[in-house]
């Protein structure tokens, strides 16, 4: 089995590039141990391991687990006071705006009250037509997302509202059209969102962490110049 990629390890703490498709923790559902990355970190590093927070099971790289208790419940506290940074890159159809802000409120449970949220986007590049020779009217913008609330999906769910659903998504993009996408641009059925940078106070030395992973392999399929 392929070891995971650590992107940083000390005595406290370790973050893993989560491949998309992987759980965090084991779930209601039977998966097998390749599938749920607390389970394969915990074996690759012979040692019981923490998740700190979550990603999305379609949702690739940075990923933190502490290797303690105590570390694991001090920077669960900074997740949930808000004192992380986290930066993601998504893909969608159209060329998006330069730069906008969506304060559309969310609902974390279908019948709880709409909360606050607050996501703010940047767009990084552009394929504009012609760019993809299976479909030459295809366009899509590289983006980056910045959650400044913690809402249910709210990355996913502000950029529905955007009219920019991202690529691979199936619960908001649609199953035919993201199995479309997925051929047309040698995807699969993956959504094309990735955790790439968290940034916080590491929670026993103090000192600034800052987490980032390397450009997803299926994003270069979109945006070759990510390679370099």
Request: hydrophobic share 40%.
């Amino acid at each position: 089995m392929t070891p995971l990629h650590l992107l940083y390890e000390d005595d406290f703490l370790v973050a893993i590039d989560k491949p998309a498709g992987m759980i965090v923790h084991p779930g209601r559902d039977a998966e097998g141990p390749e599938w749920i990355a607390m389970k394969r970190l915990r074996d690759q590093l012979g040692r019981r391991v923490f998740p700190v927070h979550r990603l999305d099971r379609p949702t690739s790289g940075v990923l933190l687990f502490a290797l303690d208790q105590q570390t694991a419940a001090l920077a669960q506290q900074a997740f949930e006071h808000r004192k992380v940074a986290k930066t993601y890159h998504a893909i969608v159809c159209g060329i998006a705006p330069p730069a906008w802000r969506c304060e559309t409120p969310l609902q974390n449970h279908p019948e709880g009250e709409s909360l606050a949220a607050q996501t703010t986007f940047q767009r990084l590049a552009v394929a504009p037509e012609s760019s993809f020779l299976r479909d030459p009217t295809l366009s899509l913008s590289l983006l980056q997302a910045t959650p400044l609330t913690g809402r249910f999906h709210q990355i996913r769910r502000h950029l529905l509202a955007a009219g920019l659903p991202i690529v691979g998504d199936f619960r908001y993009a649609g199953q035919d059209r993201s199995h479309q996408l997925g051929a047309i641009l040698g995807t699969g059925t993956r959504m094309l969102l990735q955790s790439k940078v968290l940034e916080l106070q590491h929670p026993r030395t103090g000192q600034p962490l800052r987490l980032e992973a390397a450009a997803d392999a299926d994003f270069c399929r979109c945006f070759p110049g990510l390679a370099s």
